[in-house]
């Protein structure tokens, strides 16, 4: 008896290591084609420039041209690079979310952190603070970020009310977005007809705006941002098995949703006000990531980065081919390849009910 019960276990742990290691080679092949995408996406474009070229400018600059140094240093790698990190924050951000609401549709844009950083940026566009020595750019920015990390208090706020549980959580993130969003149709309304081109193309979500003073922030963000969300992996994973069972095994879950929620808004706004608006990206990358390595948070979560940050890349690419010489807001694509993907999980959700 005594040996059989010692078999049994040693098979069940034999077959949990190959599970591990099975994982551990989807999200090591994962980065190996997220790096295949960032050459493709350096090497799309309608210069004409070949891999084989960009490349070598790139480990030394000193050979190429002046133009070609613009295109390689101050274009093509700051946007695939922007595509890359953008795409992890946003991604990431999403796992954590639908770990947290215990909701599948759940993303940033649930929240209505992205709205409100929308309706910051439109603000600074429409109505600039006139300070000389702040740049137009960086004053979008600054709202953008403002008032993302206003909607954050806001969050906090409800999240901390007696009685405000996920459900209620989730629907004043739906009201901020309509709320957002009309303030956003107001101010396109009362614009001039060049204001009213720039609100319209930052609303689009663009990785053009990109430069190296935003992909260090947006870096620094997320290396200090990773470390945590790893860290809070098994109480998520905990928390995903039922909310009592992850009680039981001495989880604050109300400390953990706060942590959480906290590390949301931070990655979603500062990938917001640096690009503007991408849809879909937080809510498709997680989905993608959870078919391949399953609801283990250990590995869903840098899995679900990866997977965010191929798509952005793949749509960064695609961005530069639906129409040649004509680079297509990234946001755009997102929102075409995202929308029957959304719509794919409301009826799946249907039907589980």
Not at 131 to 140: F, G, R
């Amino acid at each position: 008896m005594t040996q059989a019960l010692s078999a049994d276990a040693a098979q069940a742990a034999s077959r949990y290591r190959r599970l591990l290691w099975r994982r551990t080679w989807l999200v090591l092949g994962l980065a190996v084609l997220l790096v295949l995408a960032v050459l493709g996406d350096l090497a799309s474009g309608a210069s004409g420039m070949g891999l084989g070229q960009l490349l070598h400018g790139v480990f030394d600059p000193g050979s190429l041209s002046a133009t070609e140094r613009v295109i390689i240093w101050n274009v093509r790698l700051p946007y695939a690079l922007m595509a890359v990190l953008v795409g992890a924050a946003l991604s990431l951000a999403g796992a954590e979310m639908q770990a947290i609401l215990d909701n599948p549709l759940a993303s940033p844009f649930t929240l209505g952190v992205s709205s409100s950083a929308a309706l910051g940026a439109s603000l600074a566009i429409a109505y600039p603070l006139g300070v000389a020595w702040l740049a137009p750019s960086l004053q979008v920015t600054l709202m953008a970020f403002t008032f993302a990390c206003l909607s954050v208090l806001l969050l906090q706020f409800m999240a901390r009310l007696r009685g405000a549980g996920v459900q209620s959580l989730v629907l004043f993130g739906i009201a901020l977005v309509f709320s957002c969003n009309a303030l956003v149709s107001l101010l396109q309304l009362l614009a001039t007809e060049d204001v009213l081109q720039q609100l319209v193309f930052w609303t689009m979500g663009s990785l053009a705006r990109a430069d190296w003073n935003k992909l260090g922030m947006l870096a620094v963000v997320l290396l200090l941002v990773t470390p945590f969300s790893l860290r809070a992996a098994p109480a998520m994973t905990l928390l995903r098995m039922g909310e009592d069972r992850a009680r039981s095994f001495g989880v604050d879950t109300r400390r953990l949703r706060h942590a959480s929620l906290l590390r949301i808004s931070l990655l979603s706004a500062t990938a917001v006000a640096f690009v503007g608006t991408i849809g879909f990206i937080g809510l498709v990358g997680p989905h993608i990531a959870r078919m391949l390595v399953g609801e283990d948070q250990r590995f869903l979560l840098p899995a679900s980065a990866l997977v965010g940050a191929l798509l952005l890349a793949l749509s960064s690419i695609a961005s530069k081919l639906i129409m040649p010489g004509v680079i297509v807001p990234v946001g755009i694509v997102t929102a075409l390849v995202g929308v029957p993907v959304f719509v794919a999980l409301v009826f799946r959700r249907g039907r589980s009910l």
